[in-house]
């Protein structure tokens, strides 16, 4: 049996080239202040750890957000936020207003905090996966957020995301280098997900 020795827990490193983003994911993209903190809180009630695993948001130099094995932590990278930002923005701004963009931003970083906890968690409990790895904590992370939110922001956690991957989608990504990448294509995924939120709500989706 797993003992409970250990906690997920957030850092939020200091950048300099972005000084704002520290503080703007701690305010919760100015939608929730404190809504990481609150959603790790969460999971540390749920699920039992045999060591303390951290959870980064950290200046990468690279759009990413990865799970570490051997060092055993979570990164999600200020280029990362930014970029999602950036693609709710160009969606939503004009339309939506900046409020909905900064909502949509902290829901698809949100479905990306959980993508990265499933990594976490395949490695720590050895747990045994059908398919591709990415795909699995794909669909964890739209289960947790499908089952267990508030409401809808669950639903609105996986239709963002699937938009983000839908949007990302270019014909790019039909050169043979991108069907041995460990990812389904973008559009395999906002597939899946669109899946999901439609088969675990028809009525919202």
Same mark, same amino acid.
């Given at each position: 049996?797993?003992? !409970?020795?250990?906690?997920?827990?957030?850092?939020?490193?200091?950048?300099?080239? $972005?000084?704002?983003?520290?503080?703007?994911?701690?305010?919760?993209?100015?939608?929730?202040?404190?809504?990481?903190?609150?959603?790790?809180?969460?999971?540390?009630?749920?699920?039992?750890?045999?060591?303390?695993?951290?959870?980064?948001?950290?200046?990468?130099?690279?759009?990413?957000? $990865?799970? !570490?094995?051997?060092?055993? *932590?979570?990164?999600?990278?200020?280029?990362?936020? *930014?970029?999602?930002?950036?693609?709710?923005?160009?969606? $939503?701004?004009?339309?939506?207003?900046?409020?909905?963009?900064?909502?949509?931003?902290?829901?698809?970083?949100? $479905?990306?905090?959980?993508?990265?906890?499933?990594?976490? /968690?395949?490695?720590?409990?050895?747990?045994?996966?059908?398919? /591709?790895?990415?795909?699995?904590?794909?669909?964890?992370?739209?289960?947790?957020?499908?089952?267990?939110?508030?409401?809808?922001?669950?639903? !609105?956690?996986?239709?963002?995301?699937?938009?983000?991957? *839908?949007?990302?989608?270019?014909? !790019?990504?039909?050169?043979?280098?991108?069907?041995?990448?460990?990812?389904? /294509?973008?559009?395999?995924?906002?597939?899946? /997900?669109?899946?999901?939120?439609?088969?675990?709500?028809?009525?919202?989706?």
């Amino acid at each position: 049996k797993i003992q !409970d020795n250990g906690d997920f827990y957030i850092v939020y490193v200091p950048s300099d080239n $972005y000084s704002d983003y520290e503080a703007w994911v701690k305010d919760g993209m100015s939608v929730s202040p404190g809504y990481f903190d609150r959603t790790v809180d969460w999971i540390n009630e749920v699920l039992r750890l045999p060591y303390d695993v951290p959870i980064f948001f950290y200046e990468c130099g690279m759009t990413n957000a $990865y799970y !570490d094995p051997n060092a055993k *932590e979570i990164v999600i990278c200020y280029e990362l936020v *930014e970029d999602y930002y950036s693609k709710n923005y160009w969606a $939503y701004n004009e339309s939506a207003g900046i409020e909905n963009v900064n909502y949509y931003t902290l829901n698809v970083v949100d $479905y990306v905090l959980f993508h990265e906890v499933g990594h976490a /968690l395949v490695d720590i409990y050895d747990l045994p996966i059908t398919g /591709l790895e990415e795909d699995v904590v794909d669909q964890f992370s739209a289960y947790i957020n499908a089952e267990f939110s508030v409401g809808t922001e669950g639903q !609105d956690v996986i239709r963002s995301a699937a938009f983000i991957y *839908e949007i990302s989608h270019t014909e !790019d990504e039909l050169q043979a280098s991108y069907f041995a990448d460990t990812h389904s /294509l973008s559009l395999q995924r906002f597939y899946n /997900l669109a899946c999901w939120a439609y088969g675990s709500d028809p009525i919202y989706n």
